[in-house]
């Protein structure tokens, strides 16, 4: 039947040429070289490496003062501006001072007529023509309206809110002419000088460290310094002016307290973000950071520490890693068990073993028997 029609047998000669083709195409495919992938290797236990501790926390001004009058009052003059640099003593701000006054002026005269009448008692008593306990009656009255003429002097002089320090006006929390309560606050002044970042550090952290009796004995300022968020990169050296020995109930943390000078050539303000950082030293004597005084010290180089970036999980929510073998040049799946983080890294409880060589760049285009090698540079 077919020779009687050739078309037909060309047509399937085509179609059983066209079906090898493609078979050898997917063979092909299919036993394609799988190159090696540059990766960077990290070396279990290596005390050289993932040293860096990070701390966020928010920029605050090293003095800062809530402004208000000790007297209540409608304020009358603001005569600084928000953002104004100003020197100690500036006046700040008056208050209507016409009720005050009348006042100092009531305890003036009150306290010239008891010192006319002491006076005339002690000329009187000199004479023997009144008694001592006449004499000391007024001798008592005096100082009493003398303490009044006082407290009226500091009433009125307290219209006037002065500087404590030189400093920079970072708000106003009160509209002009507005009536004002005592100790209502009208102002904030803060230093313009130095700045300050609390941080809070983990348990974990804490307590890895040597204890210090005080600010003057801890011994890591030069390994302390301040990163700011929108200057990545730009290190500013400081050091802990204050540190809290109890954890918070709630977070469990200790509150540390950083100060720096603020830098020349930028502008740093209280409120931005940023990171305290912290390099441990490389002598494991040298550390000394802040560790209350009934806290048990841990040895930090008996942990086994990774990076954070070299640790996946399975579908599972499994922690694994993929372990490098040093004689094939691939690398596999290794499950871990993880611990509490300390600092960039993750304390590895098991499944890792000190000098393991792990993959910590790349990790999530790897598979299991890929080919690797060492990442230069």
């Not at 006076?119 to 009187?124: D, F, V």
């Not at 830098?263 to 740093?268: F, R």
């Not at 073998?325 to 000190?354: C, M, W, Y």
Request: glycine share 6%; net charge negative; aromatic share 8%.
């Amino acid at each position: 039947m077919l020779k009687k029609y050739p078309f037909f047998k060309l047509l399937m000669l085509l179609f059983v040429s066209i079906a090898t083709l493609t078979a050898c195409d997917d063979e092909a495919v299919s036993v394609r070289e799988v190159f090696s992938r540059p990766v960077k290797l990290f070396q279990v236990g290596d005390d050289n490496a993932q040293r860096v501790f990070r701390f966020p926390g928010s920029v605050s001004a090293a003095k800062q003062s809530d402004m208000a009058f000790e007297v209540a009052g409608k304020i009358t003059d603001f005569l600084v501006t928000e953002g104004e640099l100003v020197p100690a003593g500036t006046v700040l701000a008056k208050l209507d001072p016409t009720t005050l006054a009348a006042e100092r002026d009531r305890a003036l005269a009150e306290r010239n007529a008891a010192q006319a009448d002491f006076e005339r008692y002690e000329i009187a008593f000199n004479r023997q023509a009144v008694t001592r306990q006449q004499l000391d009656l007024a001798r008592r009255n005096l100082e009493v309206a003398t303490a009044g003429l006082r407290q009226a002097k500091k009433a009125l002089e307290d219209t006037v809110l002065r500087a404590p320090f030189t400093g920079r006006i970072a708000r106003k929390v009160v509209e002009d002419y507005a009536n004002v309560q005592a100790k209502q606050t009208v102002l904030i002044l803060q230093t313009d000088d130095a700045l300050e970042m609390k941080v809070h550090v983990s348990e974990a952290d804490w307590v890895r460290n040597k204890r210090v009796e005080d600010i003057e004995t801890i011994e890591i300022n030069s390994n302390i310094s301040v990163e700011l968020s929108t200057l990545p990169g730009e290190m500013f050296p400081a050091k802990i002016t204050s540190f809290s020995s109890m954890a918070d109930p709630i977070t469990r943390t200790f509150e540390v307290t950083v100060g720096f000078e603020t830098p020349q050539l930028v502008s740093i303000s209280p409120g931005m973000t940023g990171s305290v950082i912290y390099e441990m030293p490389h002598d494991p004597n040298k550390i000394s950071l802040l560790v209350p005084t009934n806290a048990v010290v841990l040895a930090q180089f008996s942990l086994l520490l990774v990076p954070e970036s070299a640790v996946l999980s399975t579908a599972d929510k499994v922690p694994y890693v993929w372990l490098y073998d040093k004689k094939t040049g691939t690398v596999f799946q290794r499950i871990i068990t993880l611990g509490d983080p300390v600092g960039n890294s993750i304390h590895v409880k098991a499944g890792l073993e000190r000098g393991d060589i792990i993959a910590v760049s790349g990790v999530r285009s790897l598979g299991e028997g890929y080919p690797v090698h060492a990442l230069k540079g």
